[in-house]
């Protein structure tokens, strides 16, 4: 199988899902690898290093995608990539396919079958815990003075008193940002729906971290004493509701800093909108806020480095023993299938928008086997199915 490391476009992008040290176990295991020009050069790992660990170098991705049978990268198929996908190819990344209609429709159009990399995290994804710890790091910077923030040094001064951090979620990203900020001295609280959870903060931290239940009432009680807000709840995208609405932003000190990591459009926070590394911060009532949807870019050579450990093992996977026999195996990888040759198998996609869907393991025709067990990526349901018998499945090895 030829397998191709694509380079990662998106504007602010410069991780690579691939460092030269697992391109290097992949020839080992036999694989014809091939990496597109730069693909790791952003991350800090240059052409020469793919080049020595035995992968090609292709100059554009036009090259990788007509070549290669199985390509990967970070971040979303974008537009002008659409044309590039082949029936039958192989595409793992992270596509946010609920997120993007004319992505998974091209997907569809083109008959590729496509793994969507978030979902496919047995252990977490470690960009949740890069987001997390980078997350927390931009927000004391934008509480500097000169950046239009209160001023404040998050651990106090002889005399002065440390910040007061909220962090929304205990999840892989909230714990992440906690672990930084209360290394540094901050005091945080922290707001989950999980008692069990909220018990296992108070015995990690021996007290030392506050906890609540996360509604809107608690929240509100301590925005006015709040310097810095971390959002890491993965909010559900049928929503309509929100954590913290605009009205409340009235209840903070001008200054204060909103982190969302989360990075959802009408999510908890109902004043986030998305921005970019050059741009990263916009003033809502003189509540600075943070919208940078891949916060990990900006510690791209370990991000890359974790997030190669997380993946590669589900390539390697596919490469050694086929689609199927790697989604028997794995049911994180199963769950992470976005489509199939045309058909959409992710099920919140087919929630959100309304289009007919099919288990993977009914098109994949493995119902009937002994599958590795996984949870449900998201709380989101589809009863819209796809009439199976009406659908050829044949050879997918």
């Known amino acids: 199988m030829k397998f191709g490391l694509l380079k990662d476009t998106k504007i602010g992008e410069h991780r690579t899902i ?7 176990t992949l020839v080992s295991d036999g694989q014809d690898v091939y990496v597109q020009k ?35 990268k ?44 978030e979902d496919s995290h047995r ?40 910040i007061n951090v909220l962090i929304l979620g205990a999840g892989n990203v909230g714990k992440a940002a906690l672990s930084v900020l209360t290394n540094l001295g901050a005091k945080c609280t922290v707001f989950d729906i999980n008692i069990g959870t909220m ?21 509100a009680s301590l925005l006015p004493q709040t310097d810095l807000v971390i959002n890491s709840v993965k909010w559900q995208k049928d929503r309509t509701d929100h954590l913290i609405e605009r009205d409340m932003l009235k209840l903070m000190e001008k200054g204060s800093v909103i982190v969302d990591i989360s990075a959802d459009e009408n999510g908890a926070i109902e004043t986030y909108r998305e921005t970019s590394h050059d741009d990263p911060i916009y003033v809502i009532d003189g509540i600075i806020h943070y919208g940078v949807s891949n916060i990990p870019s900006v510690i791209a050579h370990s991000t890359s480095q974790a997030y190669a450990v997380s993946v590669l093992g589900h390539m390697r ?16 990888l199963r ?31 493995i119902e009937d086997r002994v599958l590795d067990p996984a949870p449900y990526a998201t709380v989101t349901r589809s009863e819209n199915y796809l009439d199976a018998s009406s659908i050829s499945l044949g050879d997918i090895e």
């Not at 018990?199 to 608690?218: H, P, W």
């Open 317 to 332: 996977s596919i490469m050694k023993h086929g689609v199927k026999e790697a989604c028997v195996r794995d049911g994180y």
């Open 18 to 24: 691939l460092t030269p040290l697992e391109i290097g």
């Open 123 to 162: 252990y977490g994804s470690p960009n949740c815990e890069a987001a997390g710890k980078a997350g927390a790091l931009k927000g004391l910077q934008y509480l500097e003075t000169n950046n239009g923030g209160k001023g404040k040094y998050v651990g106090g001064l002889a005399g002065s008193p440390s």
């Open 74 to 117: 970070v971040k979303e198929i974008e537009p002008w990539e659409f044309g590039l996908l082949r029936e039958g190819q192989i595409i793992f990344t992270c596509i946010h396919p609920a997120s993007y209609y004319d992505q998974v429709s091209a997907i569809l159009e083109s008959k590729c079958i496509a793994f969507t990399a």
């Open 335 to 365: 769950r992470s299938m976005a489509s199939y040759k045309g058909y959409l198998t992710h099920e919140e996609t087919s929630a959100l928008q309304k289009r007919p869907w099919i288990q993977p393991e009914v098109i994949l025709g």
């Open 199 to 219: 018990r296992e903060l108070e015995l990690q931290y021996a007290g030392r971290v506050d906890t609540m239940l996360s509604t809107k009432e608690n929240i």
């Open 38 to 72: 730069d693909a790791g050069t952003l991350a800090g790992f240059p052409d020469e290093a793919y080049v020595k660990s035995g992968a090609t170098i292709l100059d554009t991705a036009e090259e990788m995608y007509a070549q290669c049978d199985f390509v990967t």
